[in-house]
Nanobody, 129 residues
């Protein structure tokens, strides 16, 4: 059974940094799409960053470009999200997601939640002004 477990969330002041981790078990991600989503109270889920683990190609929402970086560690079967220059609008529950079907997605689908079929439980990020 595939499990995705996020960690690294917390409370920081604006301008600070956090690194989220998503440890995967029950499946080895080698040619899969993986992503980070977030959802703030009262708002729709938003795709933040995605990566195709087969090539390392990355995709970002405009709201986080230049501030966030997604990466993978194949040896640890772990996905990361480095978040710098955090702003209060980044406050949300952050979720790790994976597409268990091998192969790349069409580019427009990387930040769509319906493209993914495995999800973690989430980790909270709170940014204060």
């Amino acid at each position: 059974q595939v499990q995705l477990v996020e960690s690294g969330g917390g409370s920081v002041q604006a301008g600070g940094s956090l690194r989220l981790s998503c440890a995967a078990s029950g499946y080895t991600f080698r040619r899969n799409s993986m992503a980070w989503f977030r959802q703030a109270p009262g708002k729709e889920r938003e795709g933040v960053a995605a990566i195709y683990t087969g090539s390392g190609s990355t995709y970002y929402a405009d709201s986080v470009k230049g501030r966030f970086a997604i990466s993978q560690d194949n040896a640890k079967n772990t996905l990361y999200l480095q978040m710098n220059g955090l702003i209060p609008e980044d406050t949300a529950m952050y979720y790790c997601a994976a597409d268990l079907r091998p192969g790349p997605l069409s580019v427009p689908w990387y930040l769509r939640g319906s493209a993914y079929n495995a999800w973690g439980q989430g980790t909270q990020v709170t940014v204060s002004a």
